[in-house]
């Protein structure tokens, strides 16, 4: 999945990502956050990031030679509560991240093998020592991991504030060792080699190199055949299997061929979709109501889309009319009723007439 285009995408979101509407933001190629009046309060420094979870945001920089990120964790006013220092770092859940510190990513897009996988708490205290070959979120008090070759189940109960590495590996073993002792869900959950924690009662699992979904049962809604899959939205899944994207429906049925080069998530009934770089707009049917016609495109927040021609950005309807002529040199999406968008150089918000307001 190009997760890469997707970021930029969301970055030009001026969607709230927390309690404090804090949003991210792309300039010069790095990543950022700042608040509902366009105030920045975390600068645009760091390589790559991720959203805030449970008040804290993962961020990464790269070494010198632009290889080699290095994760950690910043709050909401950019101070860095944990060192960027680990080879992979995943989201809270729980009040605890998954971390790694000796792995490595074969490709951009490829997950990183090797290393030891462990747990820190929002202090930077790694509660749960990095001595597991896998490790996945918490959910509902467990997580799955690997340890000597060895899929089990530890519980958060079982380590209260340890760091002895010692006392940690003889829990591990000794804590769930076989499907038998599992619960019926973890059992199944146990067959992946990956899962990612469930969120709204379902969870992206992985086996091997291919994505699906379960519910809260156990039960299979999308079998794991997908290279990628985004974000419920709407009731809908955006899937990409063999580079191209297409839509599920929240019970794994195609409802929209998968034919797009890219594709975007559902938003106020239309998704963006993209064939030979070019991008416009279709609805739940998969008919196209916007012509793929523009050279980038963000979803319809407010009723209305950033769009992309040559240099020039501006902001159309859900019709395809032009409402916002394509004058300006960047533009992020509306957000209560303002859009920052730039101009020779100068930042400044308008009005969905286009009128510049404060």
Do not use: H
């Amino acid at each position: 999945m190009k997760t890469t285009m997707i970021a930029f995408l969301m970055c030009l979101m001026t969607m709230a990502l927390s309690a404090q509407n804090l949003k991210l933001f792309q300039w010069n190629g790095k990543y950022g956050f700042q608040d509902e009046t366009g105030k920045i309060i975390i600068p645009a420094k760091y390589d790559n990031s991720g959203w805030f979870r449970e008040g804290l945001v993962k961020v990464a920089l790269k070494d010198k030679y632009g290889m080699n990120e290095k994760w950690g964790f910043v709050d909401k006013t950019g101070k860095e509560v944990i060192p960027l220092k680990y080879d992979c770092a995943y989201d809270f859940s729980e009040g605890l991240a998954v971390v790694n510190l000796g792995g490595k990513a074969a490709s951009l897009y490829s997950d990183i093998t090797g290393g030891k996988w462990g747990y820190v708490d929002k202090t930077g205290k790694e509660v749960i020592p990095l001595i597991y070959d896998k490790a996945g979120n918490f959910s509902g008090g467990k997580a799955q991991v690997v340890l000597n070759g060895q899929t089990i189940y530890i519980d958060r109960k079982d380590f209260p504030g340890t760091s002895n590495t010692e006392a940690v590996t003889t829990k591990a073993e000794t804590n769930v060792t076989s499907y038998t002792a599992l619960s019926t869900i973890d059992a199944i959950r146990s067959k992946y080699d990956k899962v990612f924690g469930f969120e709204n009662g379902y969870e992206r699992v992985k086996l091997g190199d291919k994505i699906g979904i379960i519910d809260s049962t156990g039960k299979e809604i999308i079998p794991p055949v997908y290279d990628g899959i985004l974000p419920l939205s709407e009731g809908i899944y955006t899937v990409t299997k063999d580079d191209k994207r297409g839509f599920l429906d929240k019970n794994g049925k195609v409802i929209i061929p998968l034919k797009y080069d890219d594709a975007n998530v559902f938003s106020e009934g239309l998704v963006g979709v993209a064939i030979d770089k070019k991008w416009g707009f279709i609805d739940k049917t998969g008919k196209v109501i916007i012509p793929l016609k523009y050279d980038d495109n963000s979803n319809f927040k407010e009723g209305l889309a950033m769009v992309k021609l040559g240099e020039k950005y501006g902001f159309i309807d859900k019709t395809g009319r032009i409402v916002i002529p394509l004058n300006y040199d960047y533009a992020c999406t509306f957000y209560k009723g303002k859009a920052n968008v730039k101009l020779d150089g100068r930042w400044f918000y308008i009005d969905k007439t286009g009128k510049e307001v404060k």
